[in-house]
């Protein structure tokens, strides 16, 4: 796929998230041609996007923000910058730039679009006021934004793609289904588990709606019950509004009854420690955390939700229990913690998926062939 002398625009809130999940993309589409331009908040990661040969622009575009007034502003600035880059097409990642980027591009008469939706998130999985009474208006945006001449939204598995299409009303025709951001097969290569006493990791952001609290819980009662499972929290509390308090996640380091890491730079080398990859979340679009863990060989204890039974199946790469569970969490959690064999069974099965469905480089052909079809359309 050749992208020479087009200009692709990426809108993503920061620059972490760019570098973790859509960096290579970004190259790839380099490689295929493109001149690549980042539109993010900036913070510590504009090094390695620039090293990559990619453009970056600041943007003020605050993740979790709800002030109507810098929204506005930052809405302005996206409009400013596309008319000012005049992209040749735009991709936006996430709900944030996909309404605001969504917004400016048909006021700055952008000729393509794609929009990422890389999860349900905060604003659909809430029970609070503040997400009950935006949820209406955001659906319908979405629904007129995504429906517009010359627009892609890409999901990441099937149960978001009839949401959006039988819920949200957006036609099947301008969806595209791709199994999430990929992952590099090389860089988590396959290793044997450690030996020692078992030990599950979870990799993930510090939020409520990942299930940290559940898995906290049946780890206490996996302790009482004398199973001698480590469990390990990889992953930093931010500005979600999910976000665990760190007093609560300093609380539960300090009566052991789990491990708070924190953010690593070194996830290969957590997977390589660990025996388990677990994440108890609540809804996922296709968590990438999971798609790494495939890849160095770990099985899997997940919930039985979007996103997640498409990277962990049950009885071939791990075991799902039901969302916001404790107890089918403590049984699973056991019962691979006890079974050696399994392990090995489900590992070796969960890394062909890996090489066979989610390698980096089968899905970013997918996403420059999507851009290819946009741009020749």
């Known amino acids: 796929m050749s992208l ?50 990619l453009r970056v622009v600041p943007i003020g575009i605050a993740r979790s923000g709800r002030n109507p007034f ?29 309404l605001y980027g969504g917004y400016a591009a048909w006021r700055a008469a952008v000729p393509a679009v794609v929009n990422a939706v890389a999860g349900m ?24 934004l995504m429906n517009r ?28 289904v791709i199994p999430g951001a990929g992952v590099d097969i090389d860089r988590f290569a396959f290793t044997p588990e450690p030996p020692g006493p078992p030990v599950a990791v979870c990799v993930s952001r510090m939020l409520r709606d990942k299930g940290i609290f559940e898995l906290v819980e049946a780890t206490r009662r ?6 001698g499972l480590r ?12 976000s665990i308090p760190r007093e609560k996640l300093a609380e539960w380091h300090r009566e052991g009854v789990v491990e708070v890491v924190g953010p690593s730079e070194d996830i290969t080398g ?37 996103g997640c039974r498409e990277a962990c199946i049950e009885g071939e790469t791990g075991l799902l229990v039901a969302a916001r569970s404790i107890d089918p969490l403590a049984e699973a959690l056991e019962r691979l913690a006890h079974n050696a064999e399994l392990r090995r069974k489900y590992g070796a099965n969960a890394r062909r998926r890996a090489e066979q469905i989610f390698a980096e480089k089968i899905i970013n052909a997918k996403t ?7 741009m020749t359309g």
């Not at 760019?18 to 190259?27: D, E, K, M, Y």
């Not at 502003?73 to 996909?98: C, F, G, S, W």
């Not at 999985?125 to 659906?139: L, Q, W, Y």
Request: proline content about 6%.
């Open 270 to 306: 957590e997977y390589a420690r660990a025996h388990i990859a677990v994440l108890p979340s609540y809804r996922e679009g296709l968590p990438k955390s999971l798609l790494e863990a495939a890849a160095c060989g770990r099985p899997m204890v997940a919930t039985d939700v979007p």
């Open 4 to 53: 020479a002398g087009r200009k692709i625009l990426y809108l993503v809130s920061e620059d972490w998230y760019f570098c973790s999940h859509r960096l290579a993309l970004g190259i790839a589409a380099r490689e295929a041609g493109a001149e690549v331009v980042v539109a993010t908040r900036v913070s510590e990661h504009r090094e390695p996007i620039e090293r990559a040969g």
């Open 149 to 176: 001449e010359n627009t892609k939204t890409i999901l990441q598995n099937p149960d978001d793609l009839a949401l959006y299409t039988e819920t949200f009303g957006v036609a099947r025709e301008r969806i595209d």
């Open 231 to 242: 469990v390990r929290l990889v992953g930093p509390a931010d500005d979600n509004p999910a």
């Open 368 to 374: 420059l062939a999507l851009y290819g079809q946009l």
């Open 121 to 144: 998130g905060f604003m659909f999985i809430s029970s609070g006021p503040f997400a009950r009474t935006a949820r209406p208006f955001i659906r319908q945006a979405q629904c007129i």
């Open 222 to 227: 996996l302790h009482q019950k004398g199973v």
């Open 70 to 98: 810098t929204d506005f502003r930052t809405i302005r600035q996206i409009i400013a910058l596309y008319r000012q880059e005049r992209p040749d097409l735009v991709h936006h990642v996430a709900l944030k730039p996909i």
